[in-house]
Structures are given as C-alpha cells and as structure tokens.
C-alpha cells in the first residue's frame, strides 16, 4: 500500500515562511508528477504548485515568487517552501503523487492527508 505523509504545517505570523515536506513510501515503481493543493473553509480544492520527474515546475498566480517547490526523487519526497506568507494562504495542505505501482500500469493518484498552514496577521 501506498502512502504519502507530510509535514511541516503550523501557526505563523504574516511575513513568515514555512516548509512543507512530503513522503511517498510503498511499493512505488516510479512517479510522475508531485504537487501541493490547499483547500481553505468553504472554498474548493486548488493546485498551489506542481513538479514533474524532471523537475518542471507549475506555480498557481497567488503564490508565483514566494512559494518553491522542489523534489528528491531518490527519497520520494516533495517539499514547499513558503516565504512571506499571508492570512489568506490559510487552509490545509495536501499533498498528491501520480505513482505507478507497476511499471506500464497507471500511473494513480495518491493524496496526503493534509496539514493545516494558519497565517495570523
């Protein structure tokens, strides 16, 4: 089975920075790309940045030049850094993976299970 676990979420004030860390582990053959959504209260799920295996890179507009998303493919791990934040980045985080389980089989979708990002001002 296959599972992603992150970490890294918190309380912080405007203005300051955080890092999210994603772990994909299970019997992975390989994965595609690995991005970040967040979901705020009474709001729909949006993509806040994507990365592909080869590390190109998508970014939503509210976060381009603040946010970096990055990736170790040796360790199966994706990472957000989040610099000058703002109250309305507030919601929880997921992470998702596109993994394949068998190599020319799939790839499927894997989510995290979130973690709350709370930008006082």
């Known amino acids: 089975q296959v599972q992603l676990v992150e970490s890294g979420g918190g309380l912080v004030q405007a203005g300051g920075s955080l890092r999210l860390s994603c772990a994909a582990s299970g019997r992975i053959f390989s994965i595609n790309a690995m991005g970040w959504y967040r979901q705020a209260p009474g709001k729909q799920r949006e993509l806040v940045a994507a990365?592909?295996?080869?590390?190109?890179?998508n970014y939503a507009d509210s976060v381009k030049g603040r946010f970096t998303i990055s990736r170790d493919n040796a360790k199966n791990t994706v990472y957000l850094q989040m610099n000058s934040l703002k109250p309305e980045d507030t919601a929880v985080y997921y992470c998702n993976a596109e993994i394949y389980l068998i190599m020319g089989f799939g790839p499927n979708d894997y989510w995290g299970q979130g973690t709350q990002v709370t930008v006082s001002s």
């Open positions: 990365i592909t295996s080869g590390g190109r890179t």
